[in-house]
T-cell receptor, first 115, second 115 residues
Framework: EAQVTQNPRYLITVTGKKLTVTCSQNMNHEYMSWYRQDPGLGLRQIYYSMNVEVTDKGDVPEGYKVSRKEKRNFPLILESPSPNQTSLYFC??????????????FGPGTRLTVL | GQNIDQPTEMTATEGAIVQINCTYQTSGFNGLFWYQQHAGEAPTFLSYNVLDGLEEKGRFSSFLSRSKGYSYLLLKELQMKDSASYLCAVRYIYVLTGGGNKLTFGTGTQLKVEL
């Protein structure tokens, strides 16, 4: 089954404790992206990757890191989480950089709470 | 920058028709998407427009006018399960990264379907 998976789905942590949210897709997609979703602000892009070893900042990259060592995986790293990073996080992938009807497929989401 | 506006909330009656509007201002426009998102779940793709006109898909239709920066999503024969948030997203060519595309989301319209 074609899918994007994220782990963990739920996480409660404390300020300053490094964490990683994993994202994996099995569709051989080139493009992967991380979003955060907050009430009243919608989905905002954190980082994206057009291919292996190619990553770039989205609209709200501060406090986050990513890596793309393999095509299928795109982990999101919070080196020193703070309460303002409490949010619902989505990973997404698409086959290309976005041509025609190429749409993004979203993972199930990770609800992160930073105390 | 990119700017997308959609109403925050709408209420409609089961069996009726509802139109959700989206206006946008962007440079390098390269397509408009509509996604449906149920509470706590991932967004799922509904429709795509890149040329002016109406695209129909069963009970859902989407319209685009590029000259007016305007789109709408039309839902017919509303069902209770259509209660969800509807996200308008604009894809644009991000010149600084060699012509890659980026996707910007509106804040979503929360649709409530009542008996």
């Amino acid at each position: 089954e074609a899918q994007v998976t994220q782990n963990p789905r739920y996480l409660i942590t404390v300020t300053g404790k490094k964490l990683t949210v994993t994202c994996s897709q099995n569709m051989n997609h080139e493009y992967m992206s991380w979003y955060r979703q907050d009430p009243g602000l919608g989905l905002r892009q954190i980082y994206y990757s057009m291919n292996v070893e190619v990553t770039d900042k989205g609209d709200v990259p501060e406090g986050y890191k990513v890596s793309r060592k393999e095509k299928r995986n795109f982990p999101l790293i919070l080196e020193s989480p703070s309460p303002n990073q409490t949010s619902l996080y989505f990973c997404a992938s698409s086959s290309t950089h976005g041509e025609g009807t190429d749409t993004q497929y979203f993972g199930p989401g990770t609800r992160l709470t930073v105390l | 920058g990119q700017n997308i506006d959609q109403p925050t909330e709408m209420t409609a009656t089961e069996g009726a028709i509802v139109q959700i509007n989206c206006t946008y201002q962007t440079s390098g426009f390269n397509g408009l998407f509509w996604y449906q998102q149920h509470a706590g779940e991932a967004p799922t793709f509904l429709s795509y427009n890149v040329l002016d006109g109406l695209e129909e898909k069963g009970r859902f239709s989407s319209f685009l006018s590029r000259s007016k920066g305007y789109s709408y999503l039309l839902l017919k024969e509303l069902q209770m399960k259509d209660s969800a948030s509807y996200l308008c997203a604009v894809r644009y060519i991000y010149v600084l990264t060699g012509g890659g595309n980026k996707l910007t989301f509106g804040t979503g319209t929360q649709l409530k379907v009542e008996l």
